[in-house]
């Protein structure tokens, strides 16, 4: 691949959950897709990614799980209540963990590691003319998250990914040029 056709992909992202709810994607493009995050950065080789694609009627009883959290967190009845259909929206919630490290900075490199990796997923969705939404995991519902997925304990949930097949095309949104400090001596 040449620089431009990259640079065209990246631009080509967009970050949108107007998908077609009750479209399934086809068989085999979440293995591909998780295949692909697997090919991203990883300091010493932990391998910390941990994917769930969450389908079907899992998808309302994630809404709950999640809901239940903000209730007990305090979270608005309002906004509680939005979240009990807030994961029906698309076809699939892949979510995706970053398994724990044995120190506080191995954690934390596993966690870039991942997140290099959820960009290679949104990239691959991409190609595969999918849309997709990558969520944070709401205040206080990350341990409910973990444990409706069957993750480890301790595992931090770095990304709920809408997946879908598109209803439009999102528009671009201008980016600020990248400044770069320069340092020589």
């Known amino acids: 691949m040449k620089f431009e056709e990259l640079r065209e992909l990246v ?13 399934p994607l086809d068989a085999g493009v979440l293995e591909k897709l998780c295949e ?12 910390p990614w941990m994917f ?4 079907g009627d899992a998808r309302e009883r994630l809404s709950n799980c999640v809901a239940d959290a903000m209730a007990r967190e305090g979270d608005k009845p309002e906004k509680v209540a939005k979240t009990r259909t807030k994961f029906q929206r ?3 919630i892949l979510i995706v963990g970053t398994e724990p490290g044995d120190t ?20 691959g969705a991409t190609t595969l003319g999918l849309a997709s939404f990558w969520s944070s995991c709401p205040k206080g519902a990350n341990g409910d998250v973990a444990n409706f997925c069957g993750f480890k304990t301790g ?5 709920m990914i809408y997946l879908g097949h598109p209803e439009r095309q999102a528009q671009a949104i ?12």
């Open 36 to 47: 692909l995050a697997m090919w991203a950065p990883n300091h010493k080789l932990t391998f």
């Open 52 to 55: 769930a694609a969450v389908t």
């Open 174 to 185: 201008e980016r600020p040029p990248a400044k770069v400090q320069t340092i020589t001596s």
């Open 104 to 123: 506080q900075l191995r954690t934390e490199e596993n966690r870039d590691a991942v997140s290099a990796g959820i960009q290679n997923i949104l990239l």
């Open 155 to 159: 595992t931090h949930i770095t990304a």
């Open 90 to 92: 698309a076809p699939v």
């Open 11 to 23: 631009r080509a992202r967009r970050t949108d959950m107007m998908v077609d709810k009750d479209r």
